[in-house]
């Protein structure tokens, strides 16, 4: 495996400690702060065979830029920059409320938040054509979530659990599963339960599931199902989560609730990792 390694620099309150933790979500293994003074002994464990540090990011200062670009530079080792910014009234906007002190404050020199973000940013402007390979990130109207995704198509983990989705059938008046993330509720739809010769049959069987799913309502509602669960998986996974339970029920967890489940599988299965689960769906004769 290529040794990966991504150096994120850029305005001090722009979000380089997010863009670290988005990276960290990523499979990356992620160093802030790290001291240039100590670079010569970070060479050496990158030429290890410790798996550590086949993904590594670091951070660094307006201050300590030039120097990381420098040993990187020596190393002729292949480097992603990230350079986080925001506006000026927005990282002000962000230090006041936060109460945290601007680095060049705390080492006295600059005497106001305004002084302090001026002078970072003259001091990158300086260095800008070294950047010329960087990926500039605009943080000014990202919340973090927002920037994980932003850096998603250029880091992608490839550890990264593939999205599955549990489909699980289950009858009310048994309980409702306490580990379902969604829970879609399908009483109101025709019951085989109430026809002699599918009353002992299951939504596994062809009948009961034809029974089902070809009335105009339940056709309809898997419709609008459909699209809603569209929007629900792709949020999902933009919030990182690898698996969803969707739990569908009707009353006794027989008929309606294994149709609709077998039927959501079934559109589900090639575009995601899917399972499908009957709880309750026991015939009669198996009780």
């Not at 300086?126 to 927002?146: C, G, I, S, V, Y």
Request: hydrophobic residues 35%; proline residues 4%; negative net charge.
């Amino acid at each position: 495996m290529e040794k990966q390694l991504v150096l994120v620099t850029g305005m001090s309150g722009a979000g380089k400690t997010s863009a670290m933790n988005a990276l960290a979500d990523l499979g990356y293994n992620c160093i802030d702060n790290f001291p240039k003074e100590l670079l010569n002994s970070l060479e050496k464990l990158m030429e290890s065979d410790d798996p550590a540090y086949d993904r590594l990011a670091l951070t660094a200062s307006s201050q300590d830029y030039v120097d990381f670009m420098n040993f990187f530079d020596a190393l002729s080792r292949p480097l992603q920059v990230i350079f986080v910014d925001a506006s000026d009234e927005e990282l002000l906007l962000r230090y006041r409320f936060t109460r945290r002190m601007h680095p060049l404050l705390l080492k006295n020199q600059a005497s106001t938040f305004e002084e302090a973000i001026e002078l970072e940013r003259d001091s990158f402007k300086n260095l800008e054509e070294n950047m010329k390979d960087t990926l500039h990130l605009d943080t000014t109207r990202l919340t973090p979530q927002a920037l994980v995704n932003a850096l998603k198509p250029y880091f992608k983990n490839p550890t990264e659990p593939e999205f599955a989705i549990t489909f699980q059938s289950f009858g009310f008046k048994h309980g409702v599963p306490m580990d379902a993330d969604e829970i879609i509720d399908v009483r109101f739809l025709p019951n085989p339960f109430y026809e002699p010769a599918l009353k002992d049959l299951t939504g596994n069987d062809e009948k009961v599931y034809k029974y089902v799913m070809e009335r105009e309502e339940t056709r309809e509602f898997s419709r609008r199902l459909k699209d809603y669960l569209d929007f629900v998986f792709e949020a999902y996974r933009s919030q990182n989560k690898n698996h969803i339970i969707v739990a569908i029920g009707c009353t006794g967890g027989q008929h309606r609730s294994v149709s609709v489940c077998n039927w959501l599988n079934e559109q589900y299965r090639k575009e995601y990792k899917t399972y499908c689960f009957h709880r309750d769906a026991v015939k009669e004769d198996e009780a």
